[in-house]
């Protein structure tokens, strides 16, 4: 389990940084249920945010795994162990 926790606030700025944002999604709204796809990310800007979060944090996450969260909620649940 690592010990380092990612929060929503450090993913959101992770996405920003990895891939930019819609500007018709608004990420400081309540965003931990709504599906990547419809916050503009495809699978692509899910890799480069996976590789920004190993670089950063030092937590690997697999690909698979990265592409198989479907929401924020499901990729930090991912990320954190929970």
Request: hydrophobic letters at 45%; zero cysteines.
């Given at each position: 389990?690592?010990?380092?926790?990612?929060?929503?606030?450090?993913?959101?700025?992770?996405?920003?940084?990895?891939a930019?944002?819609?500007?018709?999604?608004?990420?400081?709204?309540?965003?931990?249920?709504?599906?990547?796809?419809?916050?503009?990310?495809?699978?692509?800007?899910?890799?480069?945010?996976?590789?920004?979060?190993?670089?950063?944090?030092?937590?690997?996450?697999?690909?698979?795994?990265?592409?198989?969260?479907?929401?924020?909620?499901?990729?930090?649940?991912?990320?954190?162990?929970?």
């Open positions: 389990m690592p010990t380092t926790v990612i929060t929503l606030d450090d993913l959101k700025r992770i996405l920003r940084e990895a930019g944002a819609d500007d018709s999604v608004d990420l400081d709204g309540d965003i931990l249920d709504t599906e990547f796809v419809d916050l503009g990310y495809d699978s692509l800007a899910l890799l480069e945010t996976a590789v920004r979060i190993t670089r950063e944090f030092g937590i690997a996450l697999d690909d698979d795994v990265a592409l198989g969260a479907q929401t924020p909620r499901q990729l930090l649940d991912v990320i954190n162990g929970g």
